[in-house]
């Protein structure tokens, strides 16, 4: 105990720190779960799918052809309030962006309409790719034009 107040007196800015990120951390996780929002894990995901979950992959039209979850509808985040009606309330909704930021926007709106069982992605695609999880890409078709 006295080493730790020895320290403490010694090192009192690098304490001060300490408790200073420690109670911005606890703050806006006490934050983030009074807001509402529910980011899953890759692992949680695929449980979810496995359930006849609803995959919503907000990126645009290239990214979503470059790899998507297997049978995520594709709606591009500028298009979501015009073509969320499309969305049925009945089944859990897991929506998905690159990083993560732009699906917890999602997941809010959702909630505010009724969808209680609306989730982001943690960490968005990138998350999904590191967890070693399937991508499925669009094959591209390329027409083919005449040579003048």
């Not at 998507?68 to 897991?94: G, M, R, Y």
């Amino acid at each position: 105990m006295d080493q730790i107040l020895e320290f403490t007196g010694n090192h009192m800015l690098l304490v001060l720190a300490l408790m200073i990120s420690f109670f911005v951390l606890i703050f806006s996780e006490l934050r983030r779960k009074a807001s509402g929002l529910v980011a899953i894990a890759p692992g949680e995901a695929v449980a979810l799918i496995n359930n006849d979950a609803t995959i919503l992959d907000l990126r645009n039209a290239e990214a979503f052809a470059r790899g998507h979850i297997v049978n995520a509808k594709n709606i591009p985040f500028d298009e979501f309030d015009s073509k969320k009606d499309s969305l049925s309330k009945s089944t859990p909704v897991v929506a998905v962006c690159d990083t993560g930021i732009n699906s917890n926007k999602v997941v809010a709106l959702l909630r505010q309409s009724g969808f209680e069982s609306a989730y982001g992605l943690k960490g968005g695609m990138g998350a999904w790719g590191q967890a070693g999880l399937p991508v499925v890409t669009a094959k591209k078709t390329r027409s083919k034009g005449k040579k003048k």
